[in-house]
């Protein structure tokens, strides 16, 4: 596609259900990111994929969180047993490469949680 | 850790007006620096990518400086219009392949006409 597609753009749900975020990159683009943006706390990293294999996972804050990557393109973010810290703004971005020629990242608009 | 602040925190300005936004880092060890726009309940807008080797880069009335050395990035808005009016975000890539940003926490920026 045009831009890197998120969805759903909203999404409310019970502390202690578990939720599911999509994420499509731009068409290919190797490298795909999953940021959180939470009142107060700014952009934080979550973790980096390059084709289907995550590098660095070192952002996830617990192991409630896993994320995957099948065929090199759509990511899910998976949130178990959700609790109400968890609701933030759920950000994803690709870029075209990562090591070598420094690619810009695009992002994608978010998915709004919120956890009741 | 690489830390990223942004000065100030938020910037109301006439139209017209020319403003500088800082961005500061703590770990000068960086790929590149990338400058953001973010509207409310929106995604970002990348708006400019410095390269660690480069000075500066500008798109239309837009100009971002760097100096990697002391840690510092300005970003240069001429002739500010209220469709200006959003969040700004710096972000930089650490040094190391893989490729993660860590970014300000903006400075939000009102234009009026």
């Known amino acids: 596609g045009a831009g890197v597609s998120q969805s759903p753009s909203n999404k409310v749900t019970e502390k202690g259900k578990d939720v599911e975020l999509r994420c499509d990159p731009i068409s290919g683009h190797t490298a795909l990111y999953w940021y959180r943006q939470s009142l107060g706390q700014g952009l934080e990293f979550l973790i980096y994929?390059?084709?289907?294999?995550?590098?660095?996972k070192s952002g996830l804050p617990s192991d409630r969180f896993s994320a995957e990557r099948t065929g090199g393109s759509v990511s899910t973010l998976t949130i178990q047993r959700t609790q109400q810290e968890d609701s933030a703004v759920y950000l994803c971005?690709?870029?075209?490469?990562?090591?070598?020629?420094?690619?810009?990242?695009?992002f994608g608009d978010g998915t709004r949680l919120s956890i009741l | 850790k690489q830390e990223v602040t942004q000065i100030p925190a938020a910037l109301s300005v006439p139209e017209g007006e020319n403003l500088v936004l800082n961005c500061s880092f703590t770990?000068?060890?960086?790929?590149?620096l990338q400058w953001f726009r973010q509207d409310p309940g929106k995604g970002l807008t990348s708006l400019l990518l410095?390269?660690?080797?480069?000075r500066e880069q500008t798109s239309g009335r837009l100009n971002a400086s760097l100096d990697k050395s002391s840690g510092r990035s300005t970003l240069y808005i001429a002739a500010s219009q209220p469709g200006d009016s959003a969040t700004y975000l710096c972000?930089?890539?650490?040094?190391?392949?893989?490729?993660?940003?860590?970014f300000g926490r903006g400075t939000q920026l009102t234009v009026w006409p």
């Open positions: 994929f390059q084709g289907n294999s995550a590098p660095d």
């Open positions: 972000a930089v890539r650490g040094g190391s392949t893989l490729g993660r940003l860590y």
């Open positions: 410095i390269q660690s080797s480069q």
């Open positions: 770990d000068s060890a960086i790929y590149n």
């Open positions: 971005a690709s870029s075209s490469k990562t090591t070598g020629t420094n690619q810009p990242q695009h």
